[in-house]
């Protein structure tokens, strides 16, 4: 079946941790993104990809690092330079970057020690 | 500057009691697009609809049915006869010309048996 897979389902980063977290996408959709959710809050936009090998920062890149290396993968690590990074984490993908639709992955569940 | 507001925190219904979710928008964009996500306790966000700013034509899939009206910048979901199954967080968003999906607040729906 065709969709977007997160993994893992939930994450515990010690403090100074690097973590990574994975989005696979087998929609052959070119554009990828990264979003941040809090309790009780709609969801913030961290990096976007219009097309592989290429990335852009969106509203609250600090912190985060990602790359697009594949069309079907668009890792996010989260370093020790975010300091709040405790929040659910989504992955969605779009058939080209302006106008279409979003579709969403199940989400990664990100804690700390 | 884009802004989506979702003003209904929390709604609390009976099963089989009609609901309307509202969704007001702000954006100096022409063209634009508005969606409705349902997010239920899984946390996975699911695509329900999406509308361009040129067609202001009511939509209705079954129990769903959404109200767009370009003069107050509106774009309201209405359940009929809800179901245990509906309860979830509804997010409205809106992308305009920079491409990025602009959430809401999100509303969060509780169906009572």
């Given at each position: 079946?065709?969709?977007?897979?997160?993994?893992?389902?939930?994450?515990?980063?010690?403090?100074?941790?690097?973590?990574?977290?994975?989005?696979?996408?087998?929609?052959?959709?070119?554009?990828?993104?990264?979003?941040r959710?809090?309790?009780?809050?709609?969801?913030?936009?961290?990096?976007?990809?219009?097309?592989?090998?290429?990335?852009?920062?969106?509203?609250?890149?600090?912190?985060?690092?990602?790359?697009?290396?594949?069309?079907?993968?668009?890792?996010?690590?989260?370093?020790?330079?975010?300091?709040?990074?405790?929040?659910?984490?989504?992955?969605?993908?779009?058939?080209?970057?302006?106008?279409?639709?979003?579709?969403?992955?199940?989400?990664?569940?990100?804690?700390?020690? | 500057?884009?802004?989506v507001?979702?003003?209904?925190?929390?709604?609390?219904?009976?099963?089989?009691?009609?609901?309307?979710?509202?969704?007001?928008?702000?954006?100096?964009?022409?063209?634009?697009?508005?969606?409705?996500?349902?997010?239920?306790?899984?946390?996975?966000?699911?695509?329900?609809?999406?509308?361009?700013?040129?067609?202001?034509?009511?939509?209705?899939?079954?129990?769903?049915?959404?109200?767009?009206?370009?003069?107050?910048?509106?774009?309201?979901?209405?359940i009929?006869?809800?179901?245990?199954?509906?309860?979830?967080?509804?997010?409205?968003?809106?992308?305009?010309?920079?491409?990025?999906?602009?959430?809401?607040?999100?509303?969060?729906?509780?169906?009572?048996?």
């Amino acid at each position: 079946d065709g969709g977007i897979t997160q993994s893992p389902k939930y994450l515990f980063r010690k403090e100074g941790q690097n973590v990574t977290l994975s989005c696979e996408q087998n929609l052959n959709h070119d554009a990828m993104y990264w979003y941040r959710q809090d309790p009780g809050q709609g969801l913030r936009l961290i990096y976007y990809s219009q097309i592989v090998n290429d990335f852009q920062k969106g509203d609250i890149a600090e912190g985060y690092s990602v790359s697009r290396e594949k069309k079907e993968s668009f890792p996010l690590t989260v370093t020790s330079a975010q300091k709040n990074p405790t929040a659910f984490y989504l992955c969605a993908s779009s058939i080209e970057w302006l106008g279409e639709t979003q579709y969403f992955g199940p989400g990664t569940r990100l804690l700390v020690l | 500057a884009q802004k989506v507001t979702q003003a209904q925190t929390e709604i609390s219904v009976v099963e089989k009691e009609d609901v309307t979710l509202d969704c007001v928008y702000e954006t100096r964009d022409t063209t634009y697009y508005l969606f409705w996500y349902k997010q239920p306790p899984s946390g996975e966000l699911v695509f329900l609809i999406r509308r361009n700013s040129f067609d202001e034509q009511n939509e209705i899939s079954g129990r769903y049915s959404w109200n767009f009206q370009k003069s107050t910048s509106s774009f309201n979901f209405t359940i009929t006869a809800s179901q245990v199954v509906d309860s979830a967080v509804y997010f409205c968003a809106l992308r305009g010309n920079t491409g990025k999906l602009i959430f809401g607040q999100g509303t969060t729906l509780q169906v009572k048996p």
